[in-house]
């Protein structure tokens, strides 16, 4: 079992469009809350909302809006927050930028991957999210659950 104490930590979650990376990251910080802590969602999508509160996918802005979550990420980070990640990362690559800032800095991680499926917002083909499933690399110090209360059993909020 992971313990993320009170001092700063991160959570990294990935997996495939669908798999429940978002409702996981809400759940957790739900968790945090009630124990008095708070994290700083850090999230592609989260750049895909238009002022109205409406959630627009657009594929061709997928670099501008991993870049600003990147941004949020390490403004976080460097501010002494602790953070939680929802992205795909579906090569190691994309989430080793963020694993080699937490290193160098000396915040302690976690990496969850979700294999739930539910409705993705994408929009994305059934063909696409099985061609995602077949190319995840798996990374050696993650956490795959494929439910929200297992990873509650892998991840514990402790008092110090």
């Excluded at 409406?54 to 976080?76: G, I, L, M, W």
Aim: one cysteine or more.
């Amino acid at each position: 079992m992971k313990k993320l104490i009170s001092k700063q930590s991160a959570i990294i979650i990935r997996g495939v469009s669908g798999s429940g990376k978002t409702t996981l990251a809400k759940s957790i910080m739900k968790k945090f809350q009630e124990h008095g802590k708070s994290l700083i969602h850090c999230e592609a999508d989260l750049f895909r909302i238009n002022d109205n509160g409406e959630y627009h996918f657009d594929p061709s802005t997928k670099v501008e809006c991993h870049n600003s979550c990147f941004k949020r990420f390490k403004d976080a980070v460097d501010n002494g927050l602790s953070v939680i990640v929802a992205n795909c990362f579906i090569e190691k690559k994309d989430m080793l930028r963020y694993i080699d800032y937490l290193k160098n800095r000396g915040v302690e991680y976690v990496v969850i991957r979700t294999e739930n499926t539910y409705q993705n917002i994408h929009g994305l083909s059934d063909e696409t999210i099985l061609n995602m499933k077949k190319n995840i690399e798996p990374f050696e110090e993650e956490i795959v659950v494929s439910e929200f209360n297992k990873a509650f059993d892998e991840i514990e909020v402790i008092e110090r």
